[in-house]
């Protein structure tokens, strides 16, 4: 890229971060140092104001980058993520949301324990929580590189691993100084600049083509270099019966995975009360809904302006799809309307990746010090602030996610949160569900439940192309793929159910009969709710 390019560009970057580390100073000034205040926000938010934060939440760097440049690459079997991700909100609405408001405080843990031996639930609970985060941090990492590197031209190198650093500096800066009440704020933020942006450039795709949508994926499939069975399935999922079946396994986890993301789960508290929880949900699925109806044409347009092969060839993930098409669309390379709008989708993408890694590691902070250490800490020990650890462990949890980041740094940003998913839906959700509606339920059963979907659905996925024996695995020379599919949500998700329900018939406890109704009263009517 040109250096006009870089500049506007980075100084927009400035302004953001700028603007970001303002209202974090602003935020840290303003609350009382509780534990609500530094993991809810002091449960102050509107459902307009919280639907907004999940939604900006919830579109990351795989929604922006990723899924269009998915689209660019594989056509039709790339709109698998736009309407999985969607459709899983419905779960979420009608399920989870209201019940997990009234159940707990601060947690998944929370929700789970109001019926069980608190110390072996919590851990169980904690560590899901905690690797479900870092999968899915590693994505916006990943974003975050693939970005930078087209901004300055180099496709490798120090440039991307600064700025991964950089990243994880500003994500444990946002969450130890500023809590909730911060990184709700910079979500909204980001998710109004997000919208805004994804609005004038599909605005700008449809006046490129006069309208007409079928003109846009005609040019599309015949740029894409795959023809008519580029607006077909099958193109990445359609080869042989194992695709099939990854395609299969993809949109499970897709589907299922959302209800049980902590980062989506700890918005849920932000709110005073359950049905201000439902309305921020509907909130978030109009905003959603929006921005994944204009993927798909952001998607379609790149490979009908920029060209597949273009696109795969700045990055072979896809992941610069929607930037190289502002590009063209602003004029070109060398034009001033070219750099301006590449400078402008660049920085709303940099604030998609910094607001969206704030919101995660402040769960995963809130699960350490919430669930793991108050479960782990001796009786006789010296207390230490919930809110002191949970600063700590943010720390800890950017360094894991940098370098997991640089190692994963070749993947689709879309693929790795398909595995986030897949692992959220294997080891939260059955634990969830059960939790919420199985009166038999046992502390055993929940135990199981969580290892039982988790260590299946990580083993699965290190046994997987993912990890070796292909060109495209994050360790190409070498060679331990046992299992074919590269999302293992089609295996780990039944397993998580299944150990739920044998880890319960199997125990010689018996099912707290008294907490269960009184669990199912709180989470229907919300009396004694925090």
Not at 472 to 494: A, C, K, M, T
Request: proline share 3%; net charge positive; charged share 10%.
């Amino acid at each position: 890229m040109t250096g006009d390019h870089q500049g506007l560009a980075l100084l927009l970057f400035g302004v953001f971060v700028a603007v970001t580390l303002a209202i974090t100073t602003w935020a840290s000034r303003n609350r009382r140092g509780t534990a609500e205040e530094f993991y809810a926000g002091g449960r102050l938010f509107s459902p307009m104001e919280n639907g907004f934060a999940i939604a900006g939440d919830y579109m990351s760097a795989a929604s922006f980058l990723g899924i269009s440049g998915l689209i660019a690459l594989f056509g039709y079997d790339g709109l698998l993520y736009s309407v999985g991700f969607l459709v899983a909100w419905l779960v979420v609405l009608f399920l989870v949301a209201e019940l997990v408001r009234n159940c707990g405080r601060f947690t998944l843990g929370d929700v789970v324990a109001a019926r069980m031996r608190e110390r072996p639930v919590r851990i169980a609970a904690g560590t899901s929580s905690v690797t479900v985060s870092v999968l899915y941090l590693v994505a916006q990492m990943v974003g975050a590189g693939s970005l930078v590197a087209l901004l300055l031209g180099e496709t490798s190198g120090a440039a991307q691993t600064w700025t991964v650093i950089g990243v994880g500096a500003l994500m444990v800066i946002y969450v130890s100084f500023g809590g909730m009440r911060a990184t709700t704020w910079i979500q909204i933020v980001k998710s109004v600049l997000l919208m805004a942006g994804a609005i004038a450039l599909t605005v700008l795709v449809l006046v490129r083509f006069h309208g007409d949508f079928d003109q846009l994926l005609r040019t599309a499939a015949d740029r894409s270099g795959h023809g008519d069975r580029f607006l077909a399935p099958g193109l990445k999922y359609g080869g042989d019966w194992t695709a099939r079946l990854d395609f299969i396994s993809l949109g499970l986890a897709l589907v299922l995975g959302t209800a049980g993301l902590p980062h989506i789960l700890s918005r849920f508290y932000t709110v005073p009360t359950a049905r201000a929880a439902r309305r921020s949900v509907i909130w978030s699925i109009g905003l959603i809904g929006s921005f994944y109806l204009m993927t798909i044409v952001l998607g379609f347009g790149a490979a009908a302006i920029v060209g597949s092969d273009a696109v795969r060839g700045s990055n072979a993930a896809g992941n610069t799809a929607v930037p190289l098409l502002a590009l063209d669309l602003g004029g070109g390379a060398h034009s001033t309307g070219g750099t301006v709008l590449f400078a402008i989708v660049a920085a709303i993408a940099f604030a998609t990746i910094l607001a969206v890694v704030a919101g995660i590691t402040l769960a995963s902070s809130a699960s350490v010090a919430h669930d793991l250490y108050a479960s782990l800490r001796r009786r006789n020990a010296k207390p230490r602030s919930e809110v002191a650890v949970a600063r700590l462990a943010a720390a800890g949890i950017g360094v894991v996610a940098i370098g997991l980041g640089l190692l994963a740094r070749d993947l689709n940003v879309a693929f790795l949160v398909g595995l986030a998913f897949a692992v959220a839906a294997s080891a939260n959700l059955p634990v969830l569900l059960y939790s919420l509606f199985w009166r038999n339920f046992t502390t055993r059963g929940a135990v199981w439940s969580v290892y039982g979907g988790l260590l299946p659905a990580l083993a699965l996925v290190i046994l997987s192309p993912v990890v070796s024996g292909g060109p495209g695995s994050l360790v190409p020379g070498v060679d331990f793929q046992y299992f074919p599919l590269e999302n293992p949500g089609l295996v780990s998700i039944p397993l998580g159910f299944l150990a739920g329900w044998l880890g319960t018939m199997t125990s010689r406890e018996a099912a707290d009969e008294a907490k269960h109704a009184e669990t199912e009263v709180r989470s229907l009517t919300g009396a004694g709710a925090a």
